[in-house]
């Protein structure tokens, strides 16, 4: 099956600083990739999907300008969450579609924790 | 009503049980249907993928799709302790849009 990376699997900064999580599709090219968020024992939310070249779309409620989303290339997308505070503690999982096959492949996520 | 519903356990059967785990929705242009499997703190695997109404078997695992009962099966034979995990179903319209997860099953799958 496809492979979606992630990096890092985990992070932990400091209130007010801002985290660049990668999300790379490794064996496939993908011009769609998604980003969601899991709390502990829910299940994944919706944040944004972004299209190679093009503005990411941002889920209702989600602030755009504090987690910023590049998608540069066919094989790599950006999640950058700006003045990070202890309430964007979360589980962060990107997922990647494979055209061919219209399902989404998801990468391992990424712990974040705000002290 | 929510737009995919799903029973959110936790299931707990023995080790080489046969397991159902099910699905319904609303939404009647969902046309793509799909299972994943998440183990704690990791992301979600893609275990099936079908279209439209039917069956589809791989290894141990069987998907069902039924549109008429707005219903989605998977079946997991011979269950091992390494099922033991959350169950996801997935569901996406005919465009490429508006996919939407299920709460998710957890399963427990005993010794």
């Known amino acids: 099956g496809a492979v979606v990376s992630q990096h890092p699997s985990w992070v932990i900064c400091k209130s007010g600083t801002s985290v660049k999580i990668e999300c790379r599709s490794l064996?496939?090219?993908?011009?769609?990739m998604f980003w969601y968020r899991q709390f502990p024992k829910q299940s994944l939310m919706l944040m944004a999907t972004?299209?190679?070249?093009?503005?990411?779309?941002?889920e209702q409620g989600v602030e755009k300008d504090k987690f910023l989303i590049n998608h540069a290339s066919l094989t790599l997308s950006t999640l950058t969450v700006t003045s990070a505070h202890p309430e964007d503690s979360s589980f962060y999982i990107c997922s990647a579609r494979d055209p061919p096959r219209e399902a989404q492949y998801f990468g391992p996520g990424t712990r974040l924790t705000v002290t | 009503q929510k737009e995919v519903e799903q029973d959110p356990g936790p299931l707990s059967v023995p080790e080489g049980a046969i397991v159902s785990l099910n699905c319904t929705y609303s939404n009647s242009a969902f046309q793509y249907f799909m299972w994943y499997r998440q183990y704690s703190r990791k992301g979600p695997e893609l275990l099936m993928y079908?279209?439209?109404?039917g069956n589809k078997e791989d290894g141990r695992f069987t998907a069902q799709v039924d549109k008429s009962s707005k219903y989605i099966s998977l079946f997991i034979r011979d269950s091992q302790p390494s099922d033991s995990a959350t169950y996801l179903c997935a569901m996406e319209d005919n465009y490429g849009q508006n996919f939407v997860f299920g709460p998710g099953t957890r399963l427990s799958v005993l010794p």
């Open positions: 972004s299209n190679e070249g093009s503005k990411a779309t941002y």
């Open positions: 079908t279209y439209s109404s």
């Open positions: 064996d496939f090219q993908a011009t769609t």
